[in-house]
């Protein structure tokens, strides 16, 4: 399909625009995406992750503490590689992560606080 | 008369490759990039309280009520199946979106119908966990357990499942080629939607399967 | 958005007549830009916020008189209007209906209309989803208001405490409506605020930074973005509520071991912000109104900024405060507290600063600016109640009696219902092209004030005296008999204004239509955008989009300092008003589908109360609804490259332009205009520069 450019420059054109244009970030933008290699990759590491988790099944007599100390990291790791990578957070418009972050930060703080209230860390909850 | 320009140029990256401008916005971002995000943003509120809820709820189960969440109840190496091939299906989404970039409308539709697939199957591992579940007793109705575990999974669930749904659409809008060109980016915007659904799994599968 | 590349030229038809699209069988594309038609299908913006705010004044007037029920019971003690159950359904739905189907309407239709053109753009980024919000929340307020005829109304508090509202204690169908009900306008708040959010950050005018929105906008900004992170976490609570309604679920079943503080946790972490999403596009009318009528601009707008985004991150943090009493332990209740004295100050600097403002200013005192400072006088009175709350053991005494009642009306109607109101004179000649009458509305201003002090002033004492809430009745002899007739008198005197109002609106229209006195763009000599064009406004909203180069753009196109420093008027408001000429923009087009996804969701609604089948068709009008919307170019390639209605304007030079569009090769560009539906601002310099190369060849 022909992409007429019959109006308008590609990016950096003089801008009458003040003070917002993200210049930089075009810059940013010219290392590309991941290649379909480097997506093999993370989605390897991802894998290799999910083994490793699935491994503390066999840990018989784990207690949750242990799990949590275990289990907890790789979760978190396995989640910032999927937004950073998959979802293109690493490469992308700031706007994007910040938003994103704000969102999933709120969930975190606020439903912890709430589990806190229901004092569910105490090791009598739920008995 | 002309009307001034708004904002200048700026090049969505997706977009770059294809040497089409992009629609000037004043951050330089597609609307429809950013309104996912956004999306995405609150629907992590959602699943925060569907996941604080089943936490807050799972045992506290009166004693002979019905079945508890323990490592005996699950069956972590099927679940665990369950999440490779989730991961996989990440993999596909992002292969698809790489293919587009290029061009390759081809590859593109292989990889989402590969991501479909791959979608489905979990669907149906879901769907056969639950049944063994109900077997061994544990129904939605049955105690706080089910009623919690079934609600959170059963969300994620739906997410999938409406992602299957759109996937297909696009698999069959390329084949009537309505998918090229600045479309690219719808591509990409629901593999955002496809990774986030990835990502909250990762979420349940430790909380809920591997932390009984 | 739309998904689907725009179809390639249409076809030649032997007899020379258009070939006309039609995407589904027999269906077109509407293009109706007049009659009441049009209305269903229209995307504007500007029509979009009219209907929110016709819809709201309709519940207003639900609302008030399920008050006016209220306090007819309450006038005397013992009386027996109506049983104890039908008293919890009226509290409920005037505080449901008040809340979610007023006050946050009014809000919508404020920041649908006027931020588009406050930050310099056409409309919104997707107008079809704008169009979805609408019908969605009237479907989601006309389906639980239907309660009333189904069973009853929702009769759990607006608030409604599970396991209270479960089946056992709540059987009628009323909270199952209220739970379906509020899911629907819940989704139309959370997608219209992601379509605002997008708006704001990405469709502003060429200078407009984000820190030279006018206050209204930043204030909107701020809410939607309340909206889009507190919604999710009510729909989690309505979904448990629904599930154990509906389905068996056990979430607040006490003997299977449920918490039923779960439910007050998720419904109060969304229920906080609620409140500062009720107030703070309030707090931006006011800001636009009190600069305009002390001629001044605001004081420390940085300061109108930050403490708008400090109210909003602090909200976060006090939901605990409407559970004091609920049993949740020390430790919770003295962090809350703690956190909830905190949160006064951001407001306190919004009150000092309009104050500020005020102070030193050329004080006009016309109807707007009255209301404005009733905003911010009994704001504050309901703020320092609100303090008093604040301090947990006074909390205690005061919890669940008439001084929270007193409270919340103070900040709700004293606050966001005047400021609003306020709004509405200040903005309408903008919106309709007439002023309304001054004369009727300073007399709609005291009536109302009165009324309303009456109403709820004496409720301060009567929480004091120990008078509980939500109780059908009192008894004689405990002290309460009189300030509840004084309230019960006050609300009639309340009704009263509000006929003013209604008259007031009545006869400005008549009078404008006998004998019309245009109000010009600038009938205020005011600040923002919005009155930089025409009154109405017209469809097209700019005729160029403006470059700002100032916060008050508007106001220093007016104004510039002489060699003296000194602010002088160099042009008036008429001739630097855009004149409102459509020529070489491009609209987006009407649609019907989101209409039809409106429908299709409360027949789901009905469906799960009463017949399951029901619910598959209303899923399958749904999903119907969503391919045909997701298949719809976001701009119908049949479209005029202008508005329809506009009088004496050639429109025959479209076709030419449309044939030319195609052969210069520039329908390329078109996709990328359908693609991003909002870039109509951006889609169109594109069209626009080829339509002007196309008409001056004509």
Request: aromatic letters at 14%.
């Amino acid at each position: 399909m022909s992409t007429s450019s019959t109006t308008g420059t590609t990016g950096g054109s003089g801008s009458e625009y003040a003070g917002e244009v993200p210049h930089a970030d075009h810059e940013a933008h010219q290392h590309r995406h991941p290649t379909d290699a480097t997506y093999i990759k993370v989605a390897l590491i991802l894998a290799a992750l999910t083994a490793l988790e699935v491994g503390t099944y066999f840990l018989d007599d784990a207690s949750t503490t242990t799990l949590v100390v275990l289990l907890f990291p790789m979760m978190i790791i396995k989640f910032a590689v999927v937004c950073l990578w998959f979802m293109h957070l690493r490469f992308d418009n700031p706007i994007f992560k910040r938003i994103f972050v704000f969102g999933l930060m709120l969930a975190v703080v606020v439903y912890c606080i709430a589990l806190t209230s229901m004092q569910f860390w105490s090791s009598s909850y739920g008995s | 008369m002309t009307e001034t320009a708004t904002a200048p140029q700026i090049e969505d990256p997706v977009l770059h490759d294809k040497g089409v401008v992009s629609h000037q916005t004043s951050t330089g971002v597609s609307n429809e990039k950013l309104a996912m995000w956004v999306f995405l943003g609150s629907d992590c509120l959602l699943f925060g309280g569907l996941i604080s809820t089943y936490l807050l709820l799972r045992h506290r189960v009166p004693p002979g009520h019905g079945p508890t969440p323990s490592h005996q109840f699950f069956d972590i190496p099927f679940t665990s199946v369950s999440s490779f091939v989730l991961l996989f299906s990440s993999l596909t989404m992002a292969l698809a979106v790489g293919a587009i970039h290029r061009g390759d409308l081809r590859r593109c539709r292989t990889f989402l119908m590969t991501t479909a697939l791959l979608g489905s199957v979990f669907i149906a591992g879901q769907v056969y966990e639950f049944t063994a579940f109900v077997k061994e007793g544990l129904g939605y109705t049955t105690n706080i357990f089910g009623s919690a575990f079934y609600t959170l999974t059963g969300f994620h669930g739906v997410h999938v499942s409406v992602g299957i749904i759109f996937l297909l659409s696009l698999v069959v809008m390329s084949l009537r080629g309505k998918l090229s060109g600045d479309k690219a980016e719808t591509v990409e915007i629901f593999g955002l939607y496809w990774h986030f659904v990835d990502v909250v799994w990762i979420l349940i599968f430790t909380i809920v399967y591997l932390i009984p | 958005m739309a998904i689907v590349e725009r179809p390639t030229a249409p076809l030649e038809l032997t007899t020379g007549e258009p070939a006309v699209s039609r995407p589904l069988g027999g269906f077109t594309r509407p293009q109706a830009t007049t009659g009441w038609k049009s209305w269903l299908t229209t995307v504007d913006h500007k029509r979009i916020g009219v209907m929110y705010g016709a819809a709201a004044l309709f519940f207003f007037f639900l609302g008030g008189v399920e008050a006016v029920l209220i306090r007819l019971q309450l006038a005397a003690p013992g009386q027996k209007l109506y049983s104890a159950d039908l008293y919890n359904q009226l509290f409920t739905m005037h505080g449901v209906t008040m809340i979610f189907l007023v006050v946050i309407p009014l809000g919508a239709a404020f920041m649908n209309y006027l931020m588009p053109l406050q930050i310099g753009a056409r409309d919104v980024a997707f107008p079809r989803l704008n169009a979805f919000s609408f019908w969605c929340f009237l479907g989601g307020g006309l389906m639980l208001n239907t309660s009333w005829f189904l069973g009853g109304g929702a009769d759990g508090g607006w608030f409604a405490y599970a396991p209270n509202t479960g089946v056992t204690f709540s059987p009628s169908h009323g909270m199952d409506f209220y739970a379906l009900g509020l899911q629907l306008t819940g989704i139309a708040s959370l997608v219209g605020a992601i379509n605002l959010v997008v708006t704001v950050l990405n469709l502003r005018a060429p200078g407009m930074t984000l820190m030279k929105m006018p206050v209204f906008t930043w204030m909107g900004f701020v809410t939607q973005l309340l909206l889009v992170f507190a919604l999710p976490v009510i729909s989690v609570a309505l979904f448990l509520l629904t599930f154990d309604r509906l389905f068996d679920a056990n979430f607040f079943n006490v003997s299977e071991g449920a918490d039923p503080l779960l439910w007050e946790h998720l419904f109060w972490i969304f229920g906080h912000p609620e409140v500062y999403i009720l107030i703070l596009p309030a707090f931006g009318v006011v800001s636009e109104i009190i600069p305009v009528f002390s001629r001044k601009p605001i004081f420390g707008y940085p300061f109108m900024v930050f403490s708008g985004i400090a109210i909003g991150f602090m909200g976060w943090g006090v939901w605990a405060h409407h559970m004091f009493a609920s049993g949740m332990g020390p430790l919770s209740v003295a962090a809350f507290s703690l956190s909830t004295m905190f949160i006064a100050v951001p407001t306190g600097v919004k009150i000092l600063n309009w104050l500020a403002t005020m102070w030193g200013g050329k004080l006009t005192f016309s109807t707007p600016m009255l209301f404005a400072v009733g905003l911010v006088t009994m704001f504050t009175i309901g703020g320092l109640s609100g303090v008093t709350h604040a301090v947990a053991p006074s909390d205690t005494q005061q919890t669940d009696t008439y001084y929270i009642v007193a409270h919340f009306h103070y900040v709700i109607f004293g606050g966001a219902l005047l400021g609003f109101l306020g709004g509405l004179y200040f903005w309408w000649p903008k919106v309709f092209g007439y002023t309304l009458s001054d004369k009727l509305g300073k007399w709609h201003f005291w009536t109302i004030l009165i009324g309303f002090n009456l109403t709820f002033g004496p409720m301060h004492i009567l929480g004091l005296q120990g008078m509980p809430r939500r109780m059908h009745t009192y008894v004689e002899g405990y002290g309460f008999d009189f300030w509840n007739l004084v309230s019960t008198i006050g609300v009639f005197v309340i009704t009263v204004s509000m006929l003013i109002f209604a008259a007031n609106i009545l006869k400005s229209w008549r009078g404008h239509r006998v004998d019309p006195v245009d109000p010009g763009p600038d009938p205020w000599d005011a600040r923002s955008l919005e009155w930089m064009v025409q009154s109405p406004v017209p469809a097209h909203n700019f005729d160029e989009v403006p470059t700002v180069s100032h916060l008050d753009e508007f106001w220093h196109r007016k104004y510039q300092e002489n060699d003296q420093g000194k602010l002088v008027r160099v042009a008036t408001g008429a001739e630097v008003a855009q004149a409102g000429d459509p020529t070489g923009v491009h609209l987006p087009s009407p649609s019907y589908w989101p209409l039809v996804m409106a429908i299709g969701l409360p027949v789901i609604g009905y469906g799960l109360i009463f017949n399951l089948g029901l619910a598959a068709l209303g899923g399958l009008i749904v999903v119907i609804a969503g391919f045909g919307w997701g298949y719809e170019p976001a701009d119908d390639p049949e479209a005029h490259h202008g508005p329809h209605d506009h009088d004496g304007h050639d429109d025959g030079h479209d076709g030419a332009e449309a044939e030319l569009d195609e052969a210069s090769g520039n329908g390329d560009e078109t996709p990328a205009a359908e693609a991003e539906p909002a870039g109509v601002a951006s889609g169109s310099p594109t069209a626009s520069a080829s339509d002007e190369k196309a008409s001056s060849d004509d």
